[in-house]
């Protein structure tokens, strides 16, 4: 499978990666994480290059990684630097990959090493703001990271499948507008007179029968990279008046058939509540682990081993809109890299 390889995936959280190794494929490519002697994170091609062997089943020595099955060592360049059978072959080396610590994440680059460019990065600043309580988690889902993104760029399903989040009759008020600023994609989801959800009755600070104006506003960035924004206000207020949740939905391609799924929510209302975050942590995975997934599985199953969902010219919907625009955005940055080098889709390689 074709992957675009010229831009920034998200890896693992900051606290996933520690002095011990950590082992994750991405993009097909099985990669080892782990930190320095110094506290910063290290990526590299998780084989050896003599046997293939997994390094991530190995150890650290003297600040090193040893390979578990014949105890070849090598730096955090990637490069051999110890050989216990003789001398080190000029070929004993594996790729390290550029790395990026932001927004509590960790950010790898897949493609050539000297592309890498932080201003590359999506904004994801409101998943950092300390005006915010934060809650987050982490899913492999069992599906191609495409079809997620359409689940969350189409949010006229939460009526449908997520009573925790939406009501029964939310699409029979919402009011549906697309985006498009270059390669980033926004869908606008605006529900004007809406009585509170389930979620939002324990967030909201007045009357429980309270009618609001709720939207759910989601920007899309290559390769998957998703900021929504969910809030509600009374009606016909502006939306700094009223109460938000800044929720980063960030999908890495683990193969065709899974995804991995980074996820965190910051309130700006009843904050200092621990239970309340634990409540709503709880609830959010929940959402995704026993209402997304599935159904997209399921929606995949039926797909008779196809990863390409517009291949089977499925019928269209106004809703479907920002998915659309930005499979085609994505396909057109992924053919542009092919076209640069049609064997991997990107220069230099060997």
């Not at 009357?207 to 998703?226: C, E, I, K, Q």
Request: proline content about 6%; charged content about 20%.
């Amino acid at each position: 499978m074709t992957y675009l390889q010229n831009t920034w995936y998200a890896a693992a959280w900051d606290h996933e990666v520690t002095g011990k190794f950590l082992a994750r494929t991405l993009l097909d490519q099985p990669v080892m994480f782990y930190r320095d002697v110094f506290g910063k994170a290290v990526a590299l091609a998780d084989r050896c290059a003599h046997r293939f062997a997994p390094l991530s089943g190995g150890k650290l020595v003297d600040g090193v990684v040893e390979c578990p099955y014949h105890g070849l060592r090598y730096g955090s360049d990637g490069i051999c630097v110890h050989n216990p059978h003789g001398n080190i072959p000029k070929a004993a080396k594996v790729t390290a990959y550029p790395l990026l610590e932001r927004y509590g994440m960790i950010w790898i680059w897949m493609g050539p090493a000297e592309d890498a460019d932080p201003a590359l990065l999506a904004d994801f600043s409101a998943l950092a703001d300390e005006r915010r309580d934060y809650v987050s988690g982490y899913l492999r889902l069992n599906c191609h990271y495409e079809l997620a993104t359409d689940n969350l760029l189409d949010l006229s399903h939460v009526q449908y499948l997520h009573p925790l989040i939406g009501n029964s009759d939310s699409s029979d008020r919402n009011v549906f507008a697309l985006k498009v600023d270059g390669n980033t994609i926004w869908a606008y989801n605006t529900m004007p007179g809406e009585p509170l959800t389930k979620m939002w009755k324990m967030l909201w600070d007045g009357p429980a029968d309270t009618l609001v104006d709720r939207r759910g506003h989601m920007r899309w960035d290559p390769p998957s990279n998703m900021l929504l924004d969910i809030g509600v206000t009374a009606c016909g207020q502006p939306k700094d008046e009223g109460i938000s949740i800044a929720f980063g939905h960030i999908l890495t391609p683990e193969s065709a058939h899974s995804t991995h799924y980074f996820w965190m929510a910051g309130r700006d209302c009843k904050r200092n509540d621990a239970a309340l975050s634990e409540k709503l942590r709880i609830g959010f995975d929940a959402t995704f682990r026993n209402e997304d997934d599935p159904m997209i599985m399921a929606c995949q199953s039926r797909m008779g081993g196809v990863s390409d969902l517009m291949s089977l010219k499925p019928i269209l919907l106004v809703t479907d809109a920002a998915a659309v625009r930005a499979r085609r955005v994505l396909a057109g940055l992924i053919e542009k890299e092919k076209a640069v080098d049609p064997v991997v889709g990107f220069p230099g390689a060997g």
